[in-house]
Every structure is written in structure tokens, then in C-alpha cells.
């Protein structure tokens, strides 16, 4: 009897989490089903599209390149970091710089260092003169996404060389290193760079899968001749006739194509930089890279000054700055909280949406990686981290669309509970990235012990994993919460647009381009995360967890 | 009194036969061996883990109650391992209520309160003198006080034995000898048998039995 | 049913009172008291009936704030008058609207009521998606200025009561003081040429631009370039045959060659739609903008967003304009208030709000029209030169 209660609960708990684990799988699969009849004359149509090529290549090098930029920054950073008295600072503040969204950083960016950006037409501003149009960041092109992209994915790879960084012995292959001869600097080129690089495949993957797709900010700042190909593909599916639904399929298998191109480079680029790191170590010639690395000793710094710096522009924006008034009336800005009266009571409901789907889908989120990594441990075998992670692997466009029709099919209503369930594979996938490796690592020897005391599966479980997990949960938790934040795509097409949060209000009022207001919706929607990781690191910080205790 | 018959650990190419061990109460048996000779191995067997890398057969018998078909919690033999492994979230004195069995009952025949057994955890740690340290974390005290700590909290549990996996190997030598000295004592006052895994033939004490596995290895 | 009906009564005796003063030209006198006759029918009574306590999700671009702002209006309003629940669906492209309307195929809809013009209704309209005879049966249909504008067609597509006008968009340009050279010294209405505009894009290069077509404002742009260079070409009005694709359409792409290296970012670059183009004005990263709205300068200019020399003008062909219109999908979930909604957005009240609030839309009906505001039109292109124009520009420019 208690063996089948046993099995029955195991067969209930792999099928939750693989109805969670495989939705992506089963939203592409749908998506891509063909419900029409593809001729020739698509195919032909579809390459047709003049500036398809240039798209395509615009696009592949950037979700290529953007991805990687940031990866060797952040190692530079790591790196420059590690074993430094600013590690703890920079640990504790990683996740609040992680928290900042996208569209967030991406606009930002452009409102600041545009030639009309704050920045220039405030310098220029003081001598009544306007910045010449060189000097800014240019308002849409390939660099500014490069740009956005790639300082936003920092913090990222930071957070990922950290969690692996613990389960190395990172220290003592610099003292051999340096033992040898070679700087402290090359030795972490050397010796941990191919390491963590053939470690952080799945992270990068997620970084390029994340910049194929993307389409707010390619819409917002990416270039338009050609435009990026998210957005040649977004308007092929939002289009209503045959021919462009047809384009659509096509291009959504372009689009599965693009992201097997971008893991067969994601392993030339391992092959290459170790090879060449190889050849460098033989040669004992000396590593370019190093004096670079120097730049980044002060990142930190930097970061958080850019962050604030974003988060001031939106705030000055919203309180009713503009270009007009500096020149107008020079000196005399009309600061006013109007703007903010005005929107407050109609920013409320889509904030309690945002809340309490994010909230919903970040508990079940999480709750169901623990449910899997436990499967997993019941079984003594892992799966591969990419079967856990399709919903970051897989490009986002062409699963939602999946997930659109069946969910249409099935006349499912518009309200939260479907789009909850929308989030849940992206929370669940963010979380077991998070978690699985403090849930693998924790020594299970406390368990044991708990054992020999008496105590049975379940109240080891509760009393000593989930307890000495509580840090990680929480990050975990907060993590899953701003990714459920910044879900635009899912919560547009399965809540049908009446079920409104912070981010689909902040994306349709984007698109009006009256920065004050845009700047309001950006501001609540940025403050939404950031106040989750201050509470998480607030309350793990009054918890103590398997990773306070120096092993 | 805690016998183990039969006993074979099998290895990588070859096999352990242990003779037939029989500790009274308050006994202690140390094993040494080279490493690879599946000295933690049997003490994990015995403890009741799967063993997955080794297999050993044998008959483990306690107070007359053969324990082979119970699983570790019904075993209630006591654990203490090189990092002694205290809960890193519970403060030292919530480690031992931890331990402390749910069957207790105070005076009046009814289950301890919380209060209760927290005065109980306290009276245990004031009597080795280290009251001090009831309400620190683990990460607080120095490696001698964890070593002390864990063997109370193994205790606090009441263990019909207790099994020890080189318990003192990473302190340093002066209190290594110390904390061992103690130990020992504290075992043979309450009365308790165990078996202790160790590579240091230095700290035994004189009326321990020793066994060597290298001396019972044959090849296969 | 009955308690309604003094109400109404009152409210269209209130109509003629706030126009008392002034002779009423004889076509507005009949259709007031058309609207005053169907809003007492007993099918209007029962629409009203039916329509309280429902929710209307009404999808509606949600980029604008004085838009934003004016639904916000309407929904306080019909909530204390119908007792319907107005929620504006924000959609950053009302396109995604259609293809829903498209995925859902006619059965129960997540939307209620829509706000679209041009080749989203024609394709709702031929796929048959949409309820009909709406301009039977709402009373204030009636009002609509069917004589002074032309309102019953959407982009050469007749609209048979499928959708029902709400605004009238003319297209104007909006720059800065004196980028242009004009042939008025009016300071409001300005007329521009191609030729006026290459000019200014010589003198100040990379300071003019327009938004990438497909964008609706850029191909309408386009579209009056297109228009002015082939001297109101008879051809451009009817389908758009090869051969007159052949003649009309090197002018255009003559004129951008010449025109494009002299613009912002050489043309390697387009605002993505005529808000981004207004932003950089803001921002004086360029000296001009696009817009549909007539009043857009002024409201603008109230705002203090733009400054007070910047200059209204628009092609001397005339101004094109279309309307911007109200649809109910035919899988609408409360189609009752749906129609409420559409009635009072085309009340007197609601228009004149509309107009003289900061959206600053023109009105489409008889009580409020002032000729005297509005730019001389510029008919539409035929339908087919639409898709024509954006396929060529994205094969000679999009890349």
C-alpha cells in the first residue's frame, strides 16, 4: 500500500513538472505545426523579402556577439573582483543591478546619451545650443542594441560565474598558475577562463536565445534598415492574410534554424578561444587581454552609477522635464507631481495585476524546481540542464504563438490564472537555474545526520534541505518574480490584452514615445523587481543558509 | 551490546572479511586502514545509507534486535563525521533540541515543552561547561567547540551506539588529543558502544579494540 | 424602459437648446430629429437595457496619453450614465487586434469594440468578422456630417455600416520656423511642395525625416509626395495598373533618391512611426514631423512641448484625410453596450470634448462642424497603390 501511494505521488509530481518543463517544447511544436499548405510561391516570396539577408546577418551578429561581449566583460569583472574586499559588495548588490529590465536599460540608454538626451542637451543646454547629432548614441541602430544588450547581460554572467565559481577551485589554480610564473591575470585567462566558458554554454545560449527574439527593444532602438528580424517576423504573424501567414510559418522556421547556427557558434567561439589560449600558454607569449581586463576594476562603481543614472532620467522625465523649458524659459523647470496624480489611480490595477501574477507564478515557479530537483535526486540521476531550460533556450516568439492557438482552440478564457500559467515555464526555468546548483550541492550529510536522529523523509526535507535552501529560495523567488515582470510577449497574447500589467501598459504607452509618461510606467515597472531582491536579501540576510557557513 | 557477524566489505578487486565484532556497552572499536579499504563505507552501512560504489554484506545486531531490515531512522544510531556537520540555520542550542527524542516525557508524563527541552539542551551543554555557546551559530565557534558540540548533540539523541568518521582529523593536534580524550570518557561514563573510523594511531585510547582492514583484505 | 426615455429626451432637448441661437440649416434639423426619433425607438430602449451592468473592452491604440486621457473621460461618463464598464485595452499596433479577430474566426470574443480604419477594416469587413448596420442602429449615427466630409468610405472601401466614424484625421506637417520655404504668409496655413522640402533638406541636411512606411503616416507621406509629383495624376485614384505603376511611380523614387542622402542618417535610419518623429522634434534632433491630427501644433504648443514658432502646413494638392473609425466584432461579448459606447462617443458632448480637450480630434458630426478649421482635403489614393507603395519602398529602400 504504501509503496503504490509512494509511486502514485512520483508518476503525479514527473507529471507536473513535465507538463511545466515541456510547455515550451509544446508551444513550438504547435507553432510551428504547418495548418496550411506551404507552395513554392511562399518560399519564393518569403526570400524574396528584400533586405532579408541583411536582416538575418544583422541579426545573428548580434545575438552572437552582444551575448559574448558581455560574457568576457563579465569575466574581466569576475575576474577583477574574486578575491578582492569588493566581492562582498559586489555579490550583494548583483541581483538589485540584475533587476533592471531590458526596455528599462535599453531606453535609458538612448534618453540619456542620445544627441537630445538628457546628458548632451543639458551640457549644450547651459550655452543655449543644441548637441551636434555625432556626439549621441545613435537613436536606432545595431550599436545601441549591441550597447543595451550587452551591459544589461553583464550582471548575468556575473551571477552565473558566481554560482559556478563556488564549486571550483578557482584559488588554488591561480597560486599553481602564479606558481609557474605566469601574472595573476593570466592565469585566470589560462587556467579558469576555458573552465567557465565550456560551463557557461547554457547561459549563453539563454543570452542569444533572449536577443534572437527580443522584440520591445528591437522595436524601440534596433535599426530599421533593415529591421532586426524579430520584428520582420513579429509583423508577418500579427498579419491577417494567407500570404503573410504562410511567410510566417516559413520564418518561424528560419528562426528555429537562426538559434542552431547560434550553438554551432557557440562551440566554434569555445574552440577557438581555447585554442588559442592553448597556443598562447604554450608559446608562454604574453595575452593581449590582460592590460584590458584593468578597465574593469572599477565596475562596479560604474554600474551603479549608470542604474541611478537611468533610474534619475526616468524620474526627471516624469516629473515634467523637457527640452522645451531649458530653452524657453532657461532657468525656471515646472517640477510637477501632476503627471504622477494623474496616473497613480490607473496605474494601480495593472500594479496588483503585475503583483499578483508575478507573486503566483514565482511560488509555483519555484515550487515546482524543487519538486523537480527532488524527482531528480529520488532518481539519483540528473537530466540534462537543457531539457529544464527550453522556455529560455527556445525562441519566445514562436512558443507563445503555440500556446496562442491551443489556447484559443480550447476557448480558454482571458484572465490571470492563463496567463500565470504563461509565466510559469519561464519562472520555472529561471529558478532551476538558480537553484539547481545550491540543491545539488548542499551536503547531504546534514541530511544523514537528521536521519540518525530519527527523523523521517519528509521532515528531512522540510526541516533540513528546504530550511538550509531558504537563501537561495529567495533569490530564487525574487529572480522568478522580475522575469514574471517582464513578460510581455506571453501576457499579451494569452491574456488577450485585458489582462494588463505594468509591462504590457508600459510597452503600448512606449509606443506613443511621450517620454514623461513613458518614464512613469518604466519607473514603477523597474521599482517592481528591485523591491523583490531588497526583501530577499533583507530576510536571507536574517536567515541562515548552507552558503553563510565558510566550508 | 552491539555485534556485527559475517561482515564483508567488497572493494575494487578484492574483499574485506572482518572477523565477528562484539562491543559491550560503553566499548569502543577503532578501525584503521590505508584509504580505499572501505572503512567509511562500512560505517555507512552500518548506519543504514545505501552504499552505492561498494557492497557489504553481514548481520548487525543491537541489544539482541537485528537492525539489516530497518532504514536509518529507525536505526537511531548516533553520527559523527570530520566536519561535524551542525545545522548552520539552528543557533547551537536548537541544534540539540534537534536531537533530543520526541518520546521524552517531563514529570507529569506529558511531552516536553519547547521551553522544556531548550532548559534540557541547555543543562546538557552547562555540564561540559560550554553554556557560553548556546545561543551562537555554527560559523561562531572554533573547531574544537564544534567537535564538542556535535558529540553532545549525537548524545542528546540517546543513541543505542554511535559510529564516528575520523571525528577529530581536522582539528589541530593538541586539541585533537584533548576533545578525543574527553570524548572518550564521555562514551564510557554514559555507557555507550561505538565504533570509530580513524588513520591516526596515535590518539587511541588504551582499553579500545583496534582493528586493522588491511589485515583482513584478500584479492579476488 | 421607461424611465430612461424622459431622460433621453431631455438630453436631445438639451442638444437644441446649446444650438438655439442660430438658424439650423435644414439637412441638421432633420438629422436631429432622426437621432431624437431612433433614440426613442423601443429597440433603442432595449439596447439600453440590455447594455447596463456590462463590461465593454474597447482596443484601442494606447501610445497617446491625450487619448488615453479622453477614454478615461468616456468611461467616468457612460459608467454614470449607461451603467456600462468602459475599459480601454491599450494595444501598442491595432493590427494585433485584427489577427486575433482572425485567430478567434468569429466565435466568442475577447474584444468588444475596436478602433480602426484603412486595411484593418477591409480585411474585417471581407472576412466578414464584423457586425453590420451599426449606422442604423445607433441613434446618433444620425448626426454624422455625411454631406460636408466624405464618411462613407474607409480608404476606398465602402463601410456599409460595418464601422462607424469617430474622427477625421488631415494630414499636416509640423516644423520648425521657417524650415520651409511657403507661398503664404498666413502663419497657420502653409502650403509646402516637394520641391520645398528638397530645398530645406539641401540647406539643413539630416534634419528631416519621415516615419518608415509601412508606418500608416509614412506611406501617407508617400502618398502626398506621390500625388504633387505627378500633378494629381487622374490614375493615382483608380486601381493601381502596371502601366500606371510604370509612368507614376519613378517619380516618387526619383524624388526620395535625391532626397534620401540629404536626411537623417543618410536614410539608413527611420523614425518608426510619427510619434518617435515628434519625440526627436522635441528633441530637436530634426526640424519636422508628420501628423494626422490638425490640431496636433496647437495642443502641442498648449503643452508646452513645442514652441510656439513651430508651423503648421501641409501639401498644396490638399491635406489627405480619412476617418478613424468604431467597430463591433461580430463575436463581441456585450455588443448591446458596445453600441451605447459608440452612440455617446458620438454625442455632441463627447465630440466637443474630443475636440476641445487635448486630444484635439476633429469632430464628424453636423452640430459641431466648423469649416473654417478644417484644411482643404485631398482625396485618398485608391486602395490597391497602398500595398504597391510599401512593397516598392521596402524593395528600393527597406534594406
Known amino acids: 500500500m504504501a509503496t503504490k501511494i509512494r509511486r502514485l505521488i512520483l508518476t503525479a509530481g514527473w507529471f507536473i513538472v513535465t507538463l511545466v518543463a515541456g510547455l515550451p517544447l509544446f508551444g513550438i511544436i504547435v507553432g510551428l505545426w504547418p495548418s496550411v499548405t506551404i507552395s513554392w510561391d511562399d518560399v519564393s516570396h518569403f526570400f524574396a523579402y528584400n533586405g532579408l539577408a541583411s536582416s538575418i546577418l544583422s541579426t545573428l551578429f548580434l545575438s552572437l556577439f552582444a551575448p559574448l561581449l558581455a560574457l568576457y566583460i563579465g569575466f574581466m569583472v569576475y575576474s577583477q573582483y574574486r578575491f578582492n574586499p569588493r566581492w562582498q559588495a559586489l555579490e550583494k548588490r548583483l541581483a538589485p543591478l540584475l533587476s533592471l529590465p531590458h526596455l528599462a536599460v535599453a531606453l535609458g540608454l538612448v534618453y540619456l546619451f542620445s544627441s537630445g538626451g538628457l546628458l548632451w542637451s543639458s551640457l549644450w543646454g547651459i550655452f543655449g545650443a543644441t548637441a551636434p547629432e555625432w556626439l549621441g548614441l545613435p537613436h536606432k541602430s545595431i550599436a545601441t542594441m549591441l550597447l543595451a544588450i550587452s551591459i544589461k547581460e553583464v550582471p548575468f554572467f556575473l551571477l552565473i560565474f558566481s554560482a559556478l565559481g563556488r564549486q571550483l577551485p578557482i584559488k588554488n589554480w591561480l597560486l599553481q598558475g602564479r606558481a609557474l610564473g605566469y601574472s595573476e591575470m593570466a592565469s585566470w585567462w589560462l587556467l579558469v577562463f576555458p573552465v567557465l566558458l565550456k560551463q557557461s554554454r547554457l547561459a549563453l545560449l539563454a543570452a542569444m536565445a533572449y536577443s534572437l527574439s527580443v522584440l520591445d527593444i528591437s522595436l524601440l532602438v534596433g535599426p530599421n534598415i533593415p529591421e532586426l528580424y524579430a520584428v520582420v517576423l513579429y509583423n508577418w504573424q500579427t498579419g491577417f492574410t494567407v500570404e503573410e501567414q504562410n511567410v510566417a510559418f516559413i520564418g518561424n522556421l528560419v528562426l528555429i534554424a537562426l538559434l542552431s547556427m547560434l550553438i554551432a557558434g557557440i562551440y566554434l567561439h569555445e574552440w577557438w578561444s581555447v585554442t588559442t589560449l592553448r597556443r598562447h600558454a604554450v608559446k608562454r607569449t604574453s595575452l593581449k587581454i590582460v592590460p584590458i581586463s584593468r578597465l574593469f576594476t572599477h565596475w562596479l562603481g560604474f554600474f551603479s552609477l549608470l542604474t541611478l543614472a537611468i533610474l534619475v532620467t526616468f524620474l526627471v522625465w516624469s516629473l515634467g522635464w523637457n527640452n522645451q523649458e531649458i530653452v524657453q524659459s532657461s532657468s525656471a523647470i515646472n517640477w510637477s507631481f501632476s503627471l504622477w496624480q494623474d496616473e497613480w489611480f490607473f496605474i494601480q490595477a495593472p500594479l496588483i495585476n503585475s503583483l499578483y501574477i508575478a507573486l503566483c507564478s514565482a511560488i509555483i515557479g519555484v515550487l515546482t524546481t524543487l519538486l523537480a530537483l527532488e524527482l531528480q535526486r529520488q532518481n539519483k540521476h540528473y537530466l540534462p540542464d537543457y531539457i529544464w531550460l527550453m522556455a529560455i533556450l527556445l525562441p519566445q516568439l514562436s512558443m507563445v504563438y503555440g500556446w496562442q492557438i491551443s489556447h484559443t482552440a480550447i476557448h480558454g478564457g482571458y484572465h490571470s490564472g492563463w496567463v500565470i500559467m504563461s509565466h510559469l515555464p519561464f519562472t520555472f526555468a529561471y529558478s532551476y537555474l538558480v537553484l539547481r546548483g545550491p540543491f545539488q550541492s548542499l551536503d547531504r550529510r546534514y541530511e544523514l545526520v537528521a536521519a540518525s536522529f530519527g527523523y523521517n523523509y519528509w521532515q528531512q526535507f522540510w526541516k533540513i534541505r528546504f530550511m538550509l535552501l531558504r537563501p537561495a529560495l529567495l533569490s530564487a523567488l525574487a529572480i522568478a518574480f522580475s522575469v514574471s515582470v517582464a513578460q510581455y510577449i506571453p501576457t499579451l497574447m494569452i491574456g488577450a490584452g485585458r489582462v494588463t500589467t505594468i509591462t504590457t501598459e508600459a510597452v503600448a504607452i512606449a509606443t506613443g514615445n511621450e517620454q514623461s509618461i513613458t518614464a512613469i510606467y518604466m519607473l514603477v515597472q523597474a521599482v517592481l523587481p528591485f523591491v523583490a531582491f531588497l526583501l530577499a536579501s533583507v530576510v536571507s540576510q536574517r536567515l541562515r543558509g548552507s552558503f553563510d557557513v565558510s566550508h | ?220 | 424602459m421607461s424611465v430612461k426615455h424622459p431622460m433621453l429626451l431631455a438630453i436631445v432637448m438639451l442638444l437644441l437648446v446649446s444650438t438655439g441661437g442660430w438658424p439650423l440649416a435644414h439637412g441638421q434639423e432633420a438629422q436631429l430629429a432622426n437621432a431624437t426619433k431612433m433614440a426613442n425607438s423601443p429597440q433603442w430602449q432595449k439596447t439600453l437595457n440590455e447594455a447596463k451592468g456590462e463590461t465593454v473592452y474597447f482596443y484601442a491604440w494606447g501610445g497617446s496619453k491625450p487619448v488615453n486621457d479622453y477614454l478615461r473621460w468616456a468611461a467616468r461618463e457612460v459608467a454614470s450614465r449607461y451603467k456600462v464598464r468602459l475599459r480601454h485595452v491599450k494595444v501598442a499596433d491595432i493590427s494585433e487586434a485584427v489577427s486575433r479577430l482572425k485567430a478567434e474566426s468569429g466565435n466568442k470574443s475577447a474584444i468588444d469594440l475596436l478602433w480602426i480604419n484603412g486595411e484593418n477594416f477591409s480585411f474585417l469587413k471581407q472576412q466578414e468578422l464584423l457586425l453590420g448596420n451599426l449606422w442604423t442602429g445607433i441613434p446618433n449615427a444620425a448626426l454624422l456630417a455625411t454631406q460636408a466630409l466624405s464618411l462613407e468610405n474607409d480608404f476606398g472601401v465602402p463601410i456599409d455600416g460595418f464601422e462607424v466614424p469617430w474622427g477625421v484625421g488631415q494630414f499636416n506637417i509640423i516644423a520648425t520656423n521657417g524650415l520651409l520655404a511657403t507661398n503664404s504668409l498666413e502663419t497657420q496655413n502653409r502650403k509646402i511642395t516637394p520641391e520645398s522640402i528638397l530645398q530645406a533638406a539641401k540647406q539643413l541636411p539630416g534634419r528631416l525625416s519621415y516615419p518608415r512606411p509601412p508606418e500608416f503616416h509614412g506611406t501617407t507621406f508617400l502618398k502626398q509626395l506621390l500625388v504633387a509629383l505627378s500633378d494629381s495624376d487622374a490614375r493615382l485614384f483608380a486601381y493601381a495598373s502596371p502601366e500606371a505603376q510604370a509612368t507614376l511611380l519613378p517619380l516618387l523614387w526619383d524624388y526620395l533618391d535625391q532626397l534620401h542622402p540629404l536626411i537623417w542618417q543618410q536614410g539608413r535610419a527611420f523614425p518608426s512611426s510619427n510619434t518617435e518623429q515628434l519625440a526627436l522634434l522635441q528633441q530637436k534632433t530634426l526640424d519636422l514631423t508628420v501628423s494626422f491630427n490638425p490640431n496636433q501644433l496647437i495642443k502641442e504648443q498648449k503643452e508646452q512641448r513645442l514652441p510656439l514658432s513651430a508651423q503648421r502646413l501641409y501639401f498644396s494638392q490638399g491635406a489627405i484625410t480619412n476617418s478613424h473609425n468604431l467597430a463591433i466584432p461580430k463575436g463581441a461579448q456585450s455588443p448591446a453596450a458596445a453600441k451605447v459606447v459608440i452612440n455617446f462617443l458620438l454625442s455632441e458632448q463627447a465630440q466637443q470634448q474630443k475636440l476641445q480637450g487635448s486630444w484635439g480630434d476633429p469632430t464628424v458630426i453636423t452640430p459641431l462642424l466648423d469649416p473654417a478649421s478644417t484644411l482643404p482635403s485631398q482625396q485618398e489614393l485608391h486602395s490597391s497603390w497602398q500595398q504597391v507603395i510599401e512593397d516598392q519602398w521596402q524593395q528600393k529602400y527597406g534594406a
Open chain 2, 1 to 220: 551490546m552491539f555485534r556485527i557477524n559475517n561482515c564483508q566489505i567488497f572493494i575494487e578487486n578484492g574483499c574485506i572479511e572482518l572477523p565477528d565484532i562484539c562491543l559491550q556497552n560503553g566499548e569502543l572499536l577503532v578501525l584503521t586502514g590505508p584509504s580505499g579499504m572501505g572503512k567509511s563505507t562500512f560505517l555507512h552501512w552500518l548506519l543504514g545509507d545505501t552504499v552505492e560504489h561498494a557492497k557489504v554484506s553481514g548481520e548487525i545486531i543491537l541489544n539482541d534486535i537485528q537492525l539489516n531490515p530497518l532504514n536509518i531512522e529507525q536505526r537511531r544510531l548516533g553520527l559523527l563525521m570530520q566536519d561535524v556537520h551542525l545545522f548552520p540555520h539552528l543557533r547551537v542550542i536548537d541544534n540539540i533540541c534537534f536531537a533530543l527524542p520526541s518520546h521524552l516525557k517531563n514529570e507529569k508524563d506529558k511531552s516536553l515543552t519547547q521551553h522544556q527541552r531548550r532548559e534540557l539542551a541547555l543543562n546538557m551543554l552547562n555540564e561540559i561547561d560550554m553554556g557560553y555557546v548556546a545561543n551562537h551559530f555554527v560559523e561562531q565557534l572554533s573547531g574544537g567547540e564544534r567537535s564538542r558540540v556535535g558529540l553532545v548533540r549525537a548524545l542528546a539523541n540517546e543513541p543505542k551506539a554511535l559510529l564516528m568518521d575520523e571525528p577529530f582529523a581536522a582539528l589541530d593536534p593538541n586539541t585533537s588529543e584533548q576533545v578525543s580524550q574527553w570524548a572518550f570518557s564521555q562514551l564510557r561514563t554514559k555507557g555507550v558502544p561505538s565504533i570509530m573510523v580513524s588513520h591516526d594511531l596515535n590518539n587511541i585510547p588504551p582499553q579500545a579494540q583496534h582493528m586493522d582492514l588491511a589485515d583482513f583484505y584478500r584479492s579476488l
